[in-house]
């Protein structure tokens, strides 16, 4: 059915108005840039909500697959000055064994192997960064050192860790404490971007970077 000339006319009229939209939509979610922001709780997210109004890309993202449930903890990437900071200060060495809890496009279990070598595993909930981060690490050659694995983190067996990265919320992190304290051997490291662990455990270690802060904790022995 041809289009009447009211609907054509009322179309143009919209146009604009929903294209600002749709821009606004996808800079609430991640800044444009790519740059760092603290993450939010994810109830304030969703993919689809943000991309459905986009158009032609829409489609391709809607049959994109989703979370088995709503993550805890939107994607934002850490920058990677703070990446590097962070393998610095969990003194990651020959022989470690790294898990990223909530491992987004897999950069940091990335830049271990390449920097030292080392294995890494990474649980994301979210498929869409689960693939994102197996692509990334087929582009940067380490697929024999690292695992991308789409999982709850809070359900994972996580005890072959030897270096555990964060980057979530100060809220995820002392829910998480008890799971870290009760599975992960004696001397494993954790490092955390931006959110420490309250009043339920003091970091041994802190660190300014890239105008954020990274914490270190120690396992102690049981
Ligand atoms: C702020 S991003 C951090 C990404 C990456 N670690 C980094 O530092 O660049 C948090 C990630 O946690 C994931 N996530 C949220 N809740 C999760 C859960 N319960 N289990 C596993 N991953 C989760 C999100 O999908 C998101 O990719």
Redesign the pocket.
Known sequence: MKPSKKTLLALALCAPILLACADQAVNAYEPADGSAAA?AD?SVDTTHTVTAAIGDDAAAVTDAPRPSRE????????PEPVVDAMLNLAGVREGDVLY??????G??PIAAAQRFGVRGVG????PV?VREANANAETAGVTDLVTFKE????EEDISEATVV?L??LQSLNVKLRPKLLAELKPGTRIVS?AFDMADQWAPEQTQEVDGTRIYLWTVPER
Not at 151 to 154: E, G, K, P
Request: aromatic share 10%.
């Open positions: 993450p994810a993550p805890d903890v939107i994607y934002v990437p850490t990223d809890l909530g491992s987004g496009d950069r940091i649980i994301d909930i979210n960064r999982a709850d983190l809070f990265t980057y979530l971007h």
